[in-house]
Structures are given as structure tokens and as C-alpha cells.
């Protein structure tokens, strides 16, 4: 599984905002040609993303298009050829549009000689119509390698009120969890915590989110970026203490055991199985 943890969303024409990617710690960036471009600047905002995208292969890039019913969406996709990792689809509700976009997309990487299949497809869900198709929609294409949940437009489209405690949408996130799974694709990327300035309340919705099964969350400042890698990245001591169960289990297993204690917790196979995650997740960043 990778390690995506922050998807940090870049508006694709502001020159002064493309410049600083560089700098961003995010593990995702995501250049947003969608509800963060005004109608008049779609065009400049393709040409300045195509460029960047060119300009930093060492960043792990995506392009957010617009959707399959705007007159932007064919030639943002070509936005993709630059080399980007993939698109970020939004208001997806349907596996049609996921096989539109696959056909679209290979069109684009013949044209520029890439790799068929090369570019990934992020469907974002963000209605009901999307929640209720979401397994349709992780299993319509092998670009398909992991969700994303949009709560802004969802709560609108439902008519819930988007409160900093999330219950109104604590069922949409559940389902997109069990449906990846189901699916056999990557656990999904939680939605954007509309808050900038509140900290303390990204955290708690980023730990949220951590405990319902999500493998990072979407952010819109860059004061968030640290917040949530912090939160999706395993704490020291919880290294320490999956690093302990995995090489007691593993010892208890070549003894003929399946079932044993560790500091007074039980340790059979599943919980050996998420230390082991847990381990290989501190090698990927380090620790």
C-alpha cells in the first residue's frame, strides 16, 4: 500500500502559489483546474499546470479536472499528458464516467507516448447518487486505485449541515471505507477540514478519519500539511510496540503457537498482521 497521506490542493492559476510547490511537504500535490479557477482563467490555468507538472517530476502530481459535463473537461485531461500521476475526478456517481475517462486518458497517453494506463484515476465522491455507486465506482477501471471524499459538496447535495464534529457524515465515510476494501483497492482520502486556522480541530478530524480506516486526507493551506502527515504516520511508541509484537508473534508462531500476550494485550494473527503494517509504514518514512 503507499503512503499518501496529505493531498494538498494547489489553484492551478495562481502563478505565485505554482511557484512555491516546491517547497510543499506534502506528499500529494493536487493542481486544481475545478471550483478553484474562475470561468475566464480555465485556459491560463491549463498552461500554467501543464508547465509545472513538466517542471517538478520528482513531485508525486495530480491534476483535479472538471467534470465530464463542463466544456473544460476534454482538454483538461490533456493536462495529464504532461506526466502527471493521474486525475482527480470530481462528482463522480457512476462507473460510465470512470470508463469515459479511462478511454479519454489512453487517447492522451498515446498521443504523448506514455504507458498505457500510466495515468491514475482519483474519483471523488461528493453526492449521494456517488456514496450509493461508490463500489460501481472503484471497481469500473484498474486506474482506480483509491477513492477520495468531497463533504462539502455531499453535505450540500443531502442537505446535512457540515459541523466540525462530523457526525452528518460519519456513515459517507464509513461506506467508503468497507466499499475500498471490498473492492480490493487502497483505504480512501478523507475530505478537506474547512478550517484553516483551526489546529486542534484538524487534528481531532484527521484522527477521526485515521480510526475509521482512511489512509491520509485532502488539505487546502499548507499549515495542514504537517498537522495531518503527523496524525497518518505511526507515533514512535507505537512503532516500538508493533516492532515488539511482531518479533514476539513471530517467535511464538515458529514454537507452535498462534495465540499469546504481549504487556498483558492478546496477540494472534490480525493483530500481528497490523503491527506488521504499522513497522513497515515507519521503515517507508524513516523511522
Keep these: 500500500m503507499s503512503l499518501f497521506r496529505s493531498w494538498m490542493f494547489v489553484p492551478g492559476n495562481q502563478e505565485r502559489r505554482l511557484q512555491k510547490v516546491k517547497d510543499l511537504g506534502s506528499d500529494i500535490v ?13 485556459d491560463k490555468a491549463r498552461e500554467l499546470v501543464q508547465q509545472t507538472v513538466a517542471d517538478h517530476r520528482d513531485k508525486v502530481q ?14 483538461d485531461l490533456r493536462v495529464a499528458g504532461a506526466g502527471a500521476a493521474g486525475i482527480v475526478l ?3 456517481a457512476g462507473k460510465g464516467q470512470i470508463r ?17 494506463g500510466s495515468a491514475e484515476i482519483v474519483p471523488l465522491i461528493e453526492s449521494a447518487l456517488g456514496v450509493h455507486h461508490a463500489y460501481e465506482i472503484a471497481t469500473a477501471s484498474q ?5 477520495a471524499f468531497g463533504s462539502v459538496d455531499f453535505t450540500l447535495d443531502v442537505n446535512a449541515q457540515l459541523t466540525k464534529e462530523g457526525t452528518e457524515i460519519l456513515y459517507a465515510r464509513s461506506h467508503l471505507v468497507v466499499v475500498s476494501r471490498a473492492a480490493g483497492i487502497e483505504p480512501p482520502i478523507d475530505a478537506v477540514y474547512i478550517h484553516v486556522k483551526d489546529s486542534e480541530g484538524l487534528e481531532r478530524d484527521a484522527r477521526l478519519a485515521k480510526q475509521l480506516g482512511f489512509q491520509g486526507k485532502l488539505v487546502i493551506h499548507p499549515d495542514q500539511i504537517a498537522v495531518v502527515n503527523q496524525v497518518f504516520a505511526p507515533a514512535q511508541e507505537e512503532v516500538e510496540a508493533a516492532r515488539k509484537i511482531v518479533a514476539a ?3 511464538a ?5 498462534a495465540a499469546i500476550q504481549v504487556d498483558g494485550r492478546l496477540i494472534d ?5 497490523k503491527a506488521k503494517r504499522i513497522v513497515a509504514q515507519a521503515k517507508e518514512l524513516g523511522m
Design 253 to 257: 508462531v515458529a514454537s507452535g503457537l
Design 269 to 273: 494473527y490480525p493483530v500481528a498482521e
Design 249 to 251: 508473534f513471530e517467535e
Design 62 to 75: 495530480y491534476v483535479r479536472v472538471n467534470d465530464a459535463t463542463t466544456p473544460y473537461f476534454a482538454a
Design 90 to 92: 470530481p462528482k463522480a
Design 30 to 42: 493536487i493542481y486544481d483546474l475545478e471550483d478553484a479557477v474562475p470561468l475566464q482563467e480555465k
Design 143 to 147: 486506474r482506480v486505485k483509491r477513492l
Design 100 to 116: 469515459l475517462v479511462e478511454e479519454l486518458l489512453s487517447e492522451v497517453e498515446e498521443k504523448y507516448q506514455l504507458p498505457r
